[in-house]
């Protein structure tokens, strides 16, 4: 018995050390820091952690109840980002607000790779799904191809959108866009795309954008395969884990890069997209400085928006300049990509 429980004191230490990891990793640079950066993807699961290891201390009625207790309420200085309990209220009715979304929509390959009537039968949902979602004023859109802009022209109505040639990130809005471009991260296939848009009497810069992905060969691809079955098993996990850090450093640059460009818009700044870093990160950290995070604002629970084997996996944002009031951040679990489609409500003051 004695053996068991240091053995399960030894494994309270280790969760304990990985959490504190955790809290730290939003102020560090990943370059260099090994597997520090990855305690963010895990960071919902040393949570729960912990509160298994205080409850069982505390039916041991043991003094190590405490340590993990100490470690939870740090992580309310430390990772304010990751959980949000507080909803706010409806817009009011003298505004005009407006209903935005981002949404990766991984080429619709679990639509694709079905066949005969059970394709039909999710196509047809899926068509559904997106008239439901067709109030939406502006969409910002990953991982969009032929078939996916198919869907879109079938079932929504935009009558402005900007896309740039083999770049499968995209805007679509039903106000005017008076100005457009892209931010260059120096690789062909992640580009920031953002447009100014003319909303009644209001301007706004809408970005969206897709930063770069973990891959387990270590290897960013020049050109995305559309069609390509995405399998995810144990030895592409570990081999994302092992290249996380070179990844993470990747996407913390273009979050550089997204900011700098995104401090000297003439207009109140609205950012969107698939980040592929959780909240606890230095990408967020970097991505987020001086805007409101749509989920902290109006989200409730744990806001997960990718449908992975790490639970509550929140890697999808809406940030907005702090002049836009927040409401109803919704997250849309559909299974029609890896990603669920991210939607909030802005009222500019």
């Known amino acids: 018995?004695?053996?068991?429980?240091?053995?399960?004191?030894?494994?309270?230490?280790?969760?304990?050390?990985?959490?504190?990891?955790?809290?730290?990793?939003?102020?560090?640079?990943?370059?260099?820091?090994?597997?520090?950066?990855?305690?963010?993807?895990?960071?919902?699961?040393?949570?729960?952690?912990?509160?298994l290891f205080a409850l069982t201390w505390f039916l041991l009625q043991?003094?190590?109840?405490?340590?993990?207790?100490?470690?939870?309420?740090?992580?309310?200085?430390?990772?304010p980002s990751t959980l949000n309990f507080l909803q706010s209220t409806s817009p009011s009715s003298q505004q005009n607000p407006i209903q935005l979304g981002t949404y990766n929509m991984q080429f619709s390959k679990p639509i694709a790779h079905l066949m005969g009537k059970e394709q039909q039968q999710k196509e047809k949902a899926f068509n559904e799904f997106l008239k439901k979602v067709d109030h939406l004023d502006?969409?910002?859109?990953?991982?969009?191809?032929?078939?996916?802009?198919?869907?879109?022209?079938?079932?929504?109505?935009?009558?402005?959108q900007f896309f740039l040639p083999d770049i499968h990130t995209g805007i679509y809005s039903k106000h005017p866009i008076i100005n457009k471009g892209y931010v260059d991260f120096g690789q062909e296939i992640n580009k920031c795309l953002w447009a100014d848009i003319v909303i009644g009497v209001d301007t706004i810069r809408f970005y969206t954008m897709h930063l770069a992905p973990n891959r387990h060969?270590?290897?960013?691809?020049?050109?995305?395969?559309?069609e390509k079955r995405e399998q995810v098993n144990i030895w592409k996990l570990i081999g994302m884990v092992k290249h996380y850090e070179t990844f993470t450093d990747k996407r913390a640059k273009e979050a550089t890069i997204m900011h700098q460009h995104q401090q000297e818009s003439p207009y109140p700044c609205?950012?969107?997209?698939?980040?592929?870093?959780?909240?606890?990160?230095?990408?967020?950290?970097?991505?987020?400085?001086?805007?409101?995070?749509?989920?902290?604002?109006?989200?409730?629970g744990i806001g997960g928006t990718h449908g992975s084997a790490v639970p509550g996996?929140?890697?999808?944002?809406?940030?907005?300049?702090?002049?836009f009031m927040v409401f109803n951040h919704r997250v849309f679990d559909v299974p029609f990509s890896d990603h669920f489609l991210v939607k909030a409500t802005l009222e500019l003051k």
């Open 217 to 226: 060969d270590g290897i960013v691809p020049l050109v995305l395969n559309q």
């Open 313 to 323: 996996l929140r890697i999808d944002y809406i940030f907005t300049d702090p002049r």
């Open 138 to 160: 502006i969409l910002g859109v990953q991982e969009c191809g032929w078939r996916t802009q198919e869907h879109i022209a079938k079932s929504m109505t935009f009558p402005h």
């Open 270 to 300: 609205i950012l969107t997209g698939d980040f592929n870093d959780p909240p606890q990160t230095y990408t967020y950290s970097v991505a987020s400085k001086g805007l409101k995070d749509t989920f902290l604002e109006s989200g409730f």
């Open 62 to 79: 043991s003094k190590w109840a405490f340590t993990s207790c100490i470690t939870l309420l740090l992580g309310i200085f430390f990772a």
């Open 1 to 51: 018995m004695k053996v068991i429980k240091g053995f399960f004191l030894l494994l309270n230490i280790l969760v304990i050390f990985m959490t504190l990891g955790a809290y730290l990793a939003p102020s560090i640079p990943p370059k260099g820091m090994g597997l520090l950066p990855a305690l963010g993807l895990v960071f919902p699961g040393l949570v729960v952690g912990n509160i």
